[in-house]
């Protein structure tokens, strides 16, 4: 077999990947976040829901019997969020990071204050984002993608 004589067309930068309809990917950021134990935390801290969760994310979690689930996928969000900005607990606030539900189901990832900031800074122009979570387990994974490639 013969090499292809033609040049490679332009890509991304070097480091950078290449995901759907040529968004760079910027980072990846997954997290696992234990149900009993966000069921513990909610009910020992009365005051953890409204430190960590936007009004929007509580009342999506709150229609639920037993809402820990819901919060502990949310939690395990902001977490990769961060993760896939290269950075930790403390970068921003909680409420800068918030995860959303269309009607059709569908999870998104909004910035608010310093989280747009951080992304800005980063490069990072769109989130993906997919939950799941078991009676014992959430886990949250998010792709963090830049502009889309110009070919």
Known sequence: MSADPRPAPPGPAAGAAVA???EVVIGVGVDLCDVGRMRATLARTPGFAARVFTPGEREYCDKRRD???RYA???ATKEAVLKAMGLGLGACGFHDIEVRRASTGE???ALHGRAVALAADRGIAAWHL???HTHTLAIAQV???GAPVRQ
Do not use: D, K
Request: hydrophobic share 45%.
């Open 20 to 22: 759907g309809a040529g």
């Open 67 to 69: 809402p820990s689930e």
């Open 73 to 75: 996928a949310r939690f």
């Open 107 to 109: 999870p998104s990832v």
């Open 130 to 132: 997919t939950l799941s």
């Open 143 to 145: 792709v963090a993608v």
